[in-house]
């Protein structure tokens, strides 16, 4: 029996270190992939700016990321930190995304950054799910399903090209809707299923 106990419990730290190591290599790749956003390569790679609104493993409630396009037509999303993002789509950190280094939210009159950026839970959720928050959120749910979007809210965010909650906006409709999410009368349509797309 104690045999039987110890077997297990060596089999478990052997299960943590295994998935710990998975973890340090994925880290180590992902900081080399990194190198082609270098200021050499940022010119030749093609890749955007991207989110989307599902749970992060780390308690966000979205994704922030780079849309990398490779040449066999599929893409693939390196993830950001929020302070990554805002650094780069200002352009005072070097990225793929903008190799020319130009204040996105400058071009698309962002007043707020940090702030709107923050808020992109409130396009999924009707108040905050973090525990002691009552926050609200811009979201209507469907009959059916807590936290499935009704169906106009889901056509107002698949013109920008969210079909699905897992589904990245890529490009200027990142900044086009968030230009959009600071705009009171836009919130009030959204929140009725009726707002505009990209503009």
């Given at each position: 029996m104690f045999v039987s106990l110890h077997n297990q419990n060596i089999i478990k730290k052997s299960i943590v270190i295994a998935v710990l190591l998975a973890c340090h290599f994925f880290v180590i790749n992902a900081q080399e992939d990194t190198a082609v956003f270098g200021e050499e390569g940022a010119k030749k790679a093609k890749c955007s700016f991207c989110f989307n609104l599902?749970?992060?493993?780390?308690?966000?409630?979205?994704?922030?990321?780079?849309?990398?396009?490779?040449?066999?037509?599929?893409?693939?999303?390196?993830?950001?930190?929020?302070?990554?993002?805002?650094?780069?789509?200002?352009?005072?950190?070097?990225?793929?995304?903008?190799?020319?280094?130009?204040?996105?939210?400058?071009?698309?009159?962002?007043?707020?950054?940090y702030t709107t950026t923050s808020s992109l839970w409130k396009l999924r959720f009707a108040k905050s799910p973090w525990q002691g928050s009552e926050e609200a959120g811009w979201a209507s749910y469907s009959d059916s399903s807590y936290f499935l979007l009704s169906a106009a809210q889901k056509a107002v965010l698949s013109k920008y090209g969210m079909k699905r909650l897992t589904d990245y906006i890529s490009g200027d409709n990142?900044?086009?809707?968030?230009?959009?999410?600071?705009?009171?009368?836009?919130?009030?349509?959204?929140?009725?299923?009726?707002?505009?797309?990209?503009?």
């Amino acid at each position: 029996m104690f045999v039987s106990l110890h077997n297990q419990n060596i089999i478990k730290k052997s299960i943590v270190i295994a998935v710990l190591l998975a973890c340090h290599f994925f880290v180590i790749n992902a900081q080399e992939d990194t190198a082609v956003f270098g200021e050499e390569g940022a010119k030749k790679a093609k890749c955007s700016f991207c989110f989307n609104l599902m749970e992060t493993g780390y308690g966000s409630l979205f994704h922030l990321g780079l849309m990398k396009y490779r040449k066999d037509g599929k893409t693939e999303i390196e993830f950001l930190t929020l302070n990554d993002f805002l650094l780069q789509a200002s352009g005072r950190l070097s990225s793929c995304a903008n190799p020319d280094t130009i204040n996105f939210f400058d071009k698309y009159k962002i007043k707020n950054p940090y702030t709107t950026t923050s808020s992109l839970w409130k396009l999924r959720f009707a108040k905050s799910p973090w525990q002691g928050s009552e926050e609200a959120g811009w979201a209507s749910y469907s009959d059916s399903s807590y936290f499935l979007l009704s169906a106009a809210q889901k056509a107002v965010l698949s013109k920008y090209g969210m079909k699905r909650l897992t589904d990245y906006i890529s490009g200027d409709n990142v900044f086009k809707l968030l230009r959009n999410m600071e705009d009171s009368t836009w919130i009030n349509q959204y929140k009725a299923g009726n707002a505009a797309g990209p503009n």
